[in-house]
């Protein structure tokens, strides 16, 4: 577990084995993240709001979303963090 910075707020990387960040895609307003992660032989789409977290943890997070996706190519998996990233324009 380890956290990473982006755009400006804290992300807390918790991934299995075996899972690979490909991507990590900020919509224009800067109030959600979708990361794109290889998995053996498909993709998953993690969704995060950027958010507050309780008191003890400082500054902006990540907060993931519940819902995730699994498909089977990379462009698929693009296609579903665009989706999400255009909710914020919408």
């Not at 075996?18 to 919509?27: N, P, R, Y």
């Not at 958010?51 to 998996?77: C, F, K, V, Y």
């Amino acid at each position: 577990m380890d956290v990473i910075e982006i755009a400006g707020a804290h992300l807390l990387r918790d991934a299995a084995d075996g899972w690979q960040l490909l991507d990590s895609i900020v919509s224009q307003d800067r109030t959600r993240l979708a990361c794109i992660h290889g998995v053996g032989q498909s993709f998953r789409v993690a969704r995060f709001l950027r958010g507050h977290m309780q008191p003890q943890w400082q500054g902006e997070w990540w907060l993931q979303q519940p819902e995730r996706s699994i498909t089977d190519s990379e462009q698929s998996a693009r296609a579903l963090a665009d989706e999400w990233l255009t909710l914020a324009t919408n």
